[in-house]
């Protein structure tokens, strides 16, 4: 028993320096070079990963690498058969327990209509239906603070260094040296504080309640929720408090995209009882994908009930955003990353090319 116990061991220490070594050389290939152009861009498209404890010494937990998609030809070569460079970042946030290699389609497709695009590793393993059943009607919002900006509450503790805008802030300024003609850099003001402006939040599931609730403190420049936002309170039987106060973000400028099978953190009648009271449904009511093309009549509520039938709750909650899912969802992620900001210019939208 004793070697057996031994050579197991042995083995999830070999597993653990193999991992290790994985990230630590994916890291270095982070490092932007002048040599084999080609591999380079080939490598940003797919994806470059970056722990963050390389960022931040202070950073000790949840140290699963971030991972950044750029298209180069788009940000240096200025490749007139491509998309424009859009100068905004993709913030992605995955949802809870998750791990930033998700959504790679989504992400992909977002960096070949010239985003910069950051699927952030943070603090994500405590859901935030913990404070589901609380007397506080900001519990919720403190929860997610915690997270976004660092802080205590009842549910979750955060350091400042942990948080996510910490996080994202130390990624951005080491991209800035060492991937220097990608231009990360724009991301980041004279004082090294966010550009909000430039800043398109978008998440699944928890990420994506993050991404609304950022949307909200902030003036950013989109605001993209799958499977969100979900912030549903038992004990008042309503929405969380703070999806029904004042935005710095122009609600028109949120898009979300649910299953209409979804049961996870509530139920789809109280998801569309949030986006009403958010005050999305005043632009457009609730579209079905399965039945309208692109743009949807222009509004910020898709749904699907894809494949149709009977379908679990866990699997329905992830299929907006699965990578499996991309040949289907294309048009729909398409639409959330592209469509114009004002409803009133929604007729002069034109699906883009989604090739990459």
Not at 210 to 235: C, E, N, Q, Y
């Amino acid at each position: 028993m004793a070697v057996l116990f031994s050579r197991t061991r042995f083995g999830i220490q070999s597993w653990i320096a193999c991992v290790t070594l994985g990230y630590a050389l994916s890291s270095c290939l982070a490092q932007e070079s002048d040599s084999g152009e080609e591999g380079q861009t080939r490598s940003a498209m797919e994806g470059i990963a970056i722990l963050p404890s390389r960022t931040d010494p202070e950073i000790k937990t949840f140290d699963f690498p971030h991972h950044l998609h750029v298209d180069r030809d788009i940000v240096i070569r200025k490749a007139p058969e491509k998309a424009a460079e859009r100068h905004e970042l993709l913030l992605w946030l995955t949802g809870t327990g998750g791990r930033s290699r998700g959504a790679e389609e989504f992400c992909k497709l977002a960096a070949s209509q010239g985003y910069h695009v950051i699927k952030l590793m943070y603090p994500d393993d405590i859901p935030a239906t913990v404070c589901k059943r609380d007397e506080d009607p900001k519990s919720f919002e403190e929860f997610r603070l915690s997270i976004i900006q660092g802080g205590k509450g009842p549910h979750i503790s955060i350091p400042r260094a942990e948080s996510i805008e910490n996080r994202l802030i130390k990624l951005l300024k080491l991209l800035s040296q060492i991937r220097a003609r990608e231009n990360w850099g724009q991301f980041l003001d004279e004082s090294g504080d966010l550009v909000w402006e430039k800043l398109v939040p978008a998440g699944q599931s928890q990420g994506g309640g993050h991404a609304f609730l950022i949307g909200m403190k902030h003036p950013v420049a989109r605001v993209i929720g799958t499977g969100a936002p979900k912030d549903w309170s038992l004990k008042s039987a309503r929405s969380a408090a703070w999806l029904v106060g004042e935005s710095a973000t122009p609600k028109e400028r949120f898009f979300t995209f649910n299953h209409q099978q979804d049961y996870q953190g509530c139920t789809p009648e109280q998801q569309w009882a949030t986006l009403d009271a958010f005050g999305l449904t005043k632009f457009a009511p609730l579209v079905s994908v399965d039945e309208k093309r692109a743009p949807f009549d222009h509004s910020r509520c898709l749904t699907t009930d894809y494949p149709g039938g009977k379908l679990e709750s866990g699997p329905a909650h992830t299929s907006v955003i699965a990578n499996k899912n991309a040949d289907l969802f294309r048009p729909v992620w398409l639409y959330m990353l592209t469509a114009p900001l004002s409803v009133a210019e929604g007729a002069h939208y034109q699906p883009a090319k989604a090739e990459y």
